[in-house]
């Protein structure tokens, strides 16, 4: 069986590069096609793979700018040609899902998500996200095409299979179509539980409005207890003004530096409505309880009274509240560490070849 993967643009390193990087290992000979490719920005991690670019590698800041060219990439996503594969295996958030293959091959888009800028308050997103301002300009119209673009583009898989049944729920709401569930992996492997931990609070993350850094900063303000946020971001001027003595800035960790603040935090704090979230998992490989908001992808890793804490409320009356009441004792760092496991890269393998038929 000859595959291939599909990723919208390998220019960073985050969940979603993961994943990818997970079914490499399992399908060490399946190319990767993607939009545009940055070797440096994804670690290196690729280096030895087959990449296949579209035409916007070689535009001008495709790199470092992609927002300026979402008219162009339904175009360029549809000019790949997967004729000789049997199965195409699109990872999308957006964009990946609308290769166009033939009638003998199987395409299987694993869906991240339907694309937020289109379809949850795309104003919203459109600001959070810091698209070009004559893309705001351009505002309905533009958003407009391309979610009439993305519903088409939504017929073409033969399957879909979605990260979270909080994403398979918003499938079928845009789309009408049934996705099977594979949760994304986490490496349980690269964390350890810590016989030391400290006092501080642990915050983990692209450093934008949706993430809602802000609402943590302002409750730990009143609280006064030490808060740590590891991770850039445009947001990082603003929040900083809004900070106050006790919230410590650390910018971009290693990876071995990470797994340090893990495992000797108190607990994550996680205030955001994510599709899946992989850094509760983290925190919980390291033997560490987590206190979320009660929604999205969190409902679905973090295992109430067990390994964390759910506040109802977006807001910073309703973390702080929770907060206060958190008791880390309470926690079982070999149950967090546990609850993690079940999501490991082996068992994200072992599911994807079932789902596979192989």
């Known amino acids: 069986m000859k595959i291939a993967f599909v990723h919208e643009y390998l220019i960073q390193f985050g969940g979603a590069e993961r994943m990818l990087a997970a079914l490499s290992e399992a399908f060490p000979n399946a190319p990767i096609y993607t939009l545009m490719y940055d070797e440096r920005a994804t670690r290196g991690i690729f280096k030895n793979r087959q990449i296949v670019t579209s035409f916007l590698q070689k535009f001008p800041f495709a790199k470092t700018q992609h927002r300026l060219y979402p008219l162009l990439m339904p175009l360029a996503v ?64 533009l958003i407009s095409y391309l979610r009439l673009w993305d519903v088409q583009a939504a017929d073409r898989p033969d399957v879909f299979w979605s990260i979270s049944d909080f994403v398979s729920a918003r499938i079928r ?21 810590s016989d030391a931990p400290s006092d501080y609070f642990l915050m983990v993350g692209r450093l934008v409005s949706y993430k809602k850094f802000d609402l943590a900063i302002e409750a730990f303000n009143i609280l006064g207890l030490p808060l740590k946020i590891a991770g850039t971001g445009p947001e990082f001027g603003r929040l900083r003004r809004l900070a106050g003595p006790n919230v410590e800035f650390l910018g971009a960790v290693s990876e071995q530096r990470l797994a340090e603040l893990y495992s000797r935090c108190r607990a994550l704090v996680f205030p955001q409505e994510e599709d899946f979230g992989i850094v509760p998992l983290e925190a919980m490989a390291s033997g560490r309880p987590v206190i979320a908001y009660r929604a999205g992808g969190a409902l679905e890793t973090v295992a109430e009274g067990k390994t964390g804490v759910f506040f109802d409320d977006q807001t ?41 038929g192989l």
Do not use: M
């Open 173 to 193: 709401k845009y789309y009408g179509r049934p996705a099977q569930v594979i949760y994304p992996p986490v490496s349980a492997g690269s964390f350890r539980v």
């Open 78 to 141: 549809e000019q790949f040609d997967f004729s000789d594969y049997d199965v195409v295996l699109s990872l999308s958030a957006s964009f990946a899902k609308g290769v166009i293959t033939k009638p003998g091959t199987r395409h299987i888009c694993y869906c991240l998500t339907p694309p937020r800028f289109l379809w949850d308050n795309s104003q919203r997103f459109v600001e959070d996200f810091g698209f070009p301002w004559i893309i705001r300009r351009l505002g309905l119209p």
């Open 316 to 356: 910073v009356e309703s973390l702080a509240a929770a907060v206060r009441t958190f008791r880390p004792e309470a926690y079982d760092p070999q149950i967090c560490r546990a609850q993690a496991e079940k999501f490991d890269t082996a068992v994200f393998k072992k599911k994807v070849i079932e789902a596979l």
